[in-house]
């Protein structure tokens, strides 16, 4: 078994901390797990695909990082507030939550399901809505924290079949910034990132004709993200975009 080799505690000012990425298993949240727990943070791997998500932590634990797998479909208000207090039992704390899990149907407004609409509002905006709500409690009484909101430019500009998907991402950017009004008196810091098109399951499995060379690694975004928790405690990036250079989806 090959384990990295052990950093000072000054190489690691994030040592420790406890993050919770939704969505973890795969993909975006998959490279930001991977990022993380490097960095020596507890990871927490939750996603409604518990079977990868073991996978994941047990290729971490490989590499002598600290993980946990836990279930969790966060389009449940209940499964959410169990998540919460399941980390908090078995870590005693949560300093980061990373609201990461996103899907998308990809029809036109004539062609979606209501049940499709309900399905994608659930997971991208009501689930952020849960998992906060769930966690802000937490943060507050322990004098801080950091809520990192997965967007995309789908919250910037609209294209064609993604109606539902659009809505849901202006929406969770809306609800993004009004947490960050109401984190800052009590030390918690929230963050939009606005990612464009990256090399993940997400994009491959529904366009494989897909020029892959127009999107970006999903670990820039993932380093993007440790950046932020590196911030110094008197400061928030609050919003922050994240493009492939060959970006299609913005100008
Ligand atoms: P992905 O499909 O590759 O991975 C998403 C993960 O979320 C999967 O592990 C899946 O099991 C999990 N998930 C789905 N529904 C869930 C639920 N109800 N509860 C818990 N977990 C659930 O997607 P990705 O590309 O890694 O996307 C991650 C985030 O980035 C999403 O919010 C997505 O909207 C956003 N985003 C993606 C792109 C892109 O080009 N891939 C661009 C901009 C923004």
């Known amino acids: 078994m090959q384990t990295l080799p052990q950093k000072a505690a000054s190489d690691q000012p994030l040592a420790n901390k406890v993050v919770i990425v939704t969505g973890g298993a795969r993909g975006l949240g998959e490279a930001t797990c991977k990022c993380l727990a490097e960095a020596g943070l507890k990871v927490v791997v939750a996603d409604v695909q518990p079977t990868l998500a073991e996978q994941l932590v047990a290729k971490i634990q490989e590499q002598a990082g600290d993980a946990i797998a836990l279930p969790l479909d966060v389009s449940d208000p209940d499964q959410s507030k169990k998540l919460i207090d399941q980390v908090l039992d078995h870590y005693g704390k949560i300093d980061v939550l990373i609201n990461n899990a996103g899907i998308d149907v990809t029809l036109s407004v004539e062609e979606l399901d209501v049940r499709d609409w309900q399905r994608v509002m659930g997971v991208n905006l009501n689930g952020p ?112 975009m994240v493009l492939p250079m060959k970006e299609t989806s913005w100008p």
């Open 129 to 240: 809505f849960y998992m906060s709500k769930a966690v802000f409690s937490h943060l507050r009484e322990q004098g801080g924290g950091h809520i990192i909101n997965i967007v995309s430019t789908a919250a910037k500009r609209a294209w064609a079949n993604a109606s539902v998907y659009h809505a849901s991402k202006w929406g969770l950017l809306g609800f993004s910034q009004a947490l960050h009004v109401e984190g800052r008196p009590h030390n918690i810091k929230v963050t939009s990132v606005i990612a464009g098109g990256m090399r993940t399951p997400f994009l491959l499995e529904r366009f494989p004709d897909i020029d892959v060379n127009t999107l970006q690694d999903p670990m820039n975004v993932a380093e993007t993200i440790k950046y932020l928790l590196m911030q110094p405690k008197d400061t928030v990036i609050s919003e922050i």
